[in-house]
Every structure is written in C-alpha cells, then in structure tokens.
C-alpha cells in the first residue's frame, strides 16, 4: 500500500543535525506511528512520506521553514531573575512554564542564558531554525479505520501506541 492522505504509517527514525550529532531516534521506543495528512510529523517529511511504501528507506534533510519553523526573535525576552518566582535558582537549560495575564495559554520557554540578574527567555521550540536530518525506513502502511479518521490520530495497533 502507497502512503496516501488517510494512511496510518509506522516508521523507524533517527534524526541528527547538521553536525552529525543525534537528536532522537525510535531505536529503543519502537516504530513511531501517525496518521498521513494530519500535520502530526513536521510537514517537510510529511510531504515526503507521500507515495512512500513499506520497507521504503530514504534520507531527507528538512529546511527550518518546513520542519519547527525560523528562529522568531519576538519569543526571545530578557528579564530581570527577581522577576521570575525561583530567580535566585534558575540555571541555563531549564524549562519553565510562562503564561501573560491577558492569555490563559501557558508557554514553556527555556533558560538560555544568564548573566548576572539578566535571565534569557527563549520561547522557540527547541529544534527551531534547526536542519532536521533524517534517515526513514517505512516499516507498515496500512488504511486508517473510520475512528482514527474521525479521531485525527492513530489508535494502539498492537503494541503500538499513539
């Protein structure tokens, strides 16, 4: 079976950057599985998995545009640490919840700098402004069932989970 918009696929995945450094991999959870055409993978190698068939492999480097997007400055504040409740134990890396008083959306945003009492905030997703190297091996197409459809997303398919 060709994947197609509707088809539910599984597929083994490592994915690196531009240095050859491992981002992630399904090597030890097993066959990551989505629904063809529902925007659940980053859309560069949705657009790619298209046509593909079981024991397909290829590799694709995804541009930022088509993968988490460009690095948006508007995400990025700094701020005084007294301004954040824990200031005084922050260290770069951390992720925190940030959430306005105009919105009740709350945002993860990482610590990415400090210098003194200026914390960086950066709101990006992670991978962001990223190249996503990826080397794929389809390993199961099969036709979605009326619920997945109905639902939007895959449901357990064996031991597979979604």
Known sequence: MTITKGSVVLFDYTLTDDDKELIDSSKEAGPLAYLQGEGQIVKGLEKTMEGKRTGD???????????????????????????????????EGMQLESSHDSEKDEQVVVVSKIEGNKVTLDGNHPLAGMNLNFDIKICEVRAATAEEIKHGHVHGDGDHHH
């Not at 694709?60 to 640490?81: H, M």
Request: negative net charge; glycine residues 12%.
């Open 57 to 91: 492999t290829f590799k694709i480097s995804v541009a930022p545009e088509d993968g988490y997007g460009l690095i948006d400055p508007a995400k990025i504040a700094v701020v005084d640490a007294d301004q954040i409740e824990g200031g005084d134990e922050l260290e």
